[in-house]
């Protein structure tokens, strides 16, 4: 039992304490739990090359896998990518462009 | 490790006094009550507690070793005593004395558990949520004085129960642990069902895993012109909760939709077979089950968008909510024609039960106050989202930021018409009041912004940049019918409490600008998706981010 005086505020002080543990344990194991949850349920998937979330720092230049955010954007916008009306294969950035095109001259 | 009881469990001893005077714990009744506020979100667990993930809790070594030695019937029992203790009670089911049959009131029933569940050493409660052992009828507590812990190092009793969840907690190890044996009887007295999970064999030969990549769905859109618009909002539907289990139970769609089954000649996309519901479901599809890192490219989406509509089809910067506005109403479409092909007559727009609808679909209603009479005329509109003015907003707190709630304020705010009104009761030709409520909220709330302005005088479009603070958490009490702004402005009802999960953010001036999106994941996590590249964010720059669309779901799942 605590030695200050019993008044109102103590008390109500207390009773929120306690809730907020118990809100907190409660949602340390739920969250715990989904994590052992996903971990067995995804288990299996040990072959190498599978790239992993690994970088969890705030306002990094990296992105979460680990990349240079930079160099990924003009590396993604270089990728090809077959359009689904000629079968040619276009760069990113240019690819919504050719698609337009593409098929405006099929509807002719 | 042998049991010390001081009693044996079952007969009328003081072990668990609840248990031990015959309560008769019901089987399990049904819920589901749907309160008329949401359209109902499918709540399937007819339980007493909802079901959750504790059944893949791993046992320890210390508790292989009781299962497989004499002690583990004795254990078994004891724990089964103990899950039965942690019951909550049920204030729909009539509780009746196993003795003779008499009713129980819910009253005596608490105070019997509070009484069970005492801390031994320090009498205190803990709203129930004690730990008792497993070996002796100790019941300790766990926060401050840590009664629990110090039985443990006294007695050597290894194993407690919480009793909040029925979960065993193993000390030494310091955690809690878990067995199919033990979760078989906690899950039966706890959700009503048992639950067995197949074997490993069978797993092994039917299935495989999927990877942990894919499955937390973290990719990005590759920018394939100037698709930033659409990658922005299509993340929102993929981080979306409803959104997302309706894709993946989208049989209805997949194998009724003419347009999936039917490929022309060369087996390319052409108007016949474009469907933008099929388009989705292929990147939900290709998302959550593909193990690279790399960025979407949403070759199908386009292609699809083009016959629909070439203005969104990615070669040119769009807005994001136009073409939220028209993916909605393309779900909302394709459900139509799902459901005549399946032979249904079509309904009434509010009793669809298409995506768009039964996610995003609220009403409004608008009230028109004659000022002569003094009369009032309700209307009732249906929305799916909310247009925010934010122009010439000042806030209602002096000095502080301007927030969301300023900006609702003003929107259901009274309004003095400019037109004279005729109204229906009076005949009166006469100046009015209009003022706008929230009939019903759908699940998810989506707010829009009004950012962009134009103006008329030079056929010019600006964009208005002006920080409005984004609340965390939503209280839309106020703004329901049946309540004030000004004297419920602190009420709080559980119903209408939602909880922010996405925001799409313009960045630039009108005509050379750029989407990014912040979306929560379950865990609570903010990320940030610029196009193809992931990367988290911390909640303060979450609040401090100038958003455009704001997307809150229901607190309620």
Known sequence: MTEQAITFQVVAESVLKDIVDN????????????????????????????????????????????????????????????????????AGGRFAQHVNKCLERRRR | MSSSRKTIPGTSGKTYPGISNGIKTPPVSSNGSSNGFHKSIHS???????????????????LKSVLESNAKETALITYKQAVTISRPIDPQHIYTSKKDGSVVSHHKLLQRKSNSLKCTDCSLNNFHNNFTCLQCPHVGCFNDHNHAYTHYKLNQHVFATDSRNGLLYCFPCGNYVNHPQLEKIRSEIL???????PTDDIIDSSYTDPSGLAVSGLKGFVNLGATCFMSSILQTFIHNPIIKNQFFNNDLHYFNCEKNLATNESGLLDETNACITCSIDNIFQLFFSSN???????????????????????FQEQDAHEFWQFILNEFHSDYERIRENIGKDPVDSS????????????????????LSCSSITKTIDPMVDLSLEINHLKSNHP???INLYDCLDLFTSEEKLDVMYTCQSCG??????????????????????????????????????????????LNMTKYAIGHDAEEDADLIDGDKIFELFALVCHIGSV??????????????????????????????EVMRTNAYLVFYITHKI
Request: charged share 20%; hydrophobic share 25%.
């Open chain 1, 23 to 90: 809100i907190v344990r409660q949602q340390t194991l739920a969250t715990f739990a989904n994590h052992v949850s996903i971990q067995q349920q995804t288990k299996g998937n040990h072959e190498s090359n599978v790239p992993v979330i690994s970088n969890f720092e705030i306002g990094s230049t990296k992105d979460i896998f680990g990349q240079d955010k930079t160099k990924l954007k003009t590396s993604e916008a270089s990728r090809y990518f077959s359009c689904e009306n000629c079968g040619r294969k276009i």
């Open chain 2, 191 to 197: 959700t009503g069902y048992s639950v067995s999970r």
């Open chain 2, 511 to 540: 005509n050379t600008g750029h989407y990014i999106v912040l979306t929560k994941d379950g865990n609570g996590q903010w990320y940030k998706f610029d196009d193809s590249v992931v990367s988290l964010v911390s909640q303060e």
């Open chain 2, 292 to 314: 690279t890192n790399e960025g979407f490219g949403m070759t199908n989406l386009l292609t699809t968008a083009w016959y629909k509509k070439k203005s969104l089809a990615g």
């Open chain 2, 44 to 62: 399937d667990s007819n339980s007493l507690s909802p079901s959750d993930n504790y059944g893949d809790i791993e046992p320890c070594s210390h």
């Open chain 2, 399 to 401: 000095g502080s930021e």
């Open chain 2, 428 to 473: 009166d030709k006469t100046k009015a009041i209009k003022s706008l409520k929230l009939k019903s909220i759908p699940p998810v709330l989506s707010i829009q912004l009004k950012r962009f302005k134009h103006n008329s005088l030079n056929d010019s479009s600006s964009k208005i940049e002006t920080p409005i603070k984004i609340p965390l958490f």
């Open chain 2, 351 to 370: 009793e669809c039960t298409c995506i768009t609808h039964t996610t995003f679909s609220g009403e409004l209603q608008s009230s028109i106050k004659c």
